[in-house]
């Protein structure tokens, strides 16, 4: 099993530009999320899916959009890329019965830079 | 809300030292808890968790032990490596809910 994979693991924007990130996974999972990491912040959500064809918002959606087309897959949108949105991005994935543990996996992250 | 606080880094030992880094919450309801590792350049793994209150939670010679009364779940280990090196996020999840992360915690080792 490869887990949790990201396309692309790095990619430079100018502003105003847009791009699609990817993520895949391949452990049947229900549920996929996406984070951003910035120095001292931590990860914070910005959306997340709990299963096919279904998204919400975490805590900062702003300026993204996602798409949960198929169960493996889940994609981040940025449609007119900002220079506050350079980071790192993770995507992660949990299997829905496994409720009491709440377990993410986590893919390798996408380092995007927005000149 | 769900919160997590963790001692800020960097945590900078030599090796076979002791080590601890501190993590508290706050949260409604009966949480999970969980300690995350970072690697340069990786994304995260589960270090340990823990489900209930009075779990301890242990991997790789890590541990941690879920205290309710104190809210907190303190990362422990008795003999650091330099490969331990890395930065550590602590994180709850409660129900189906997303989880909530520390800002994470670098800790350096040195030989």
């Known amino acids: 099993n490869a887990g949790v994979t990201q396309t692309p693991k790095f990619r430079v924007l100018k502003t105003g530009q847009s791009m699609t990130l990817l993520c895949a996974q391949d452990m049947n999972h229900e549920y996929m999320y996406w984070y951003r990491q910035d120095p001292g912040m931590g990860l914070r959500l910005i959306h997340y899916s709990v299963g096919e064809g279904t998204t919400a918002k975490g805590e900062v959606p702003d300026g993204y959009n996602v798409s949960r087309l198929k169960k493996q897959n889940f994609l981040l949108g940025l449609e007119s890329a900002a220079p506050s949105q350079t980071s790192v991005y993770f995507c992660a994935s949990r299997d829905a019965t496994r409720v009491t543990y709440n377990e993410q996996f986590f893919g390798p992250g996408t380092r995007l830079t927005v000149l | 809300g769900n919160s997590v606080t963790q001692m800020e880094g960097p945590v900078t030992l030599s090796e076979e030292a002791f080590l601890t880094i501190n993590c508290t919450y706050t949260a409604t309801g009966y949480p999970s808890l969980f300690w995350y590792v970072q690697y340069p350049g990786e994304g995260l793994q589960l270090l340990l968790k823990?489900?209930?209150?009075?779990d301890k939670g242990s991997n790789k010679g890590f541990e941690a032990t879920y205290r309710k009364e104190t809210t907190s779940f303190h990362l422990e280990k008795g003999s650091v490596q330099v490969s331990d090196s890395a930065v550590y996020f602590c994180?709850?999840?409660?129900?189906?809910?997303?989880?909530?992360f520390g800002k994470g915690t670098m800790l350096l080792v040195s030989p």
């Open positions: 823990a489900t209930k209150a009075d």
């Open positions: 994180a709850l999840g409660s129900g189906y809910s997303t989880l909530t």
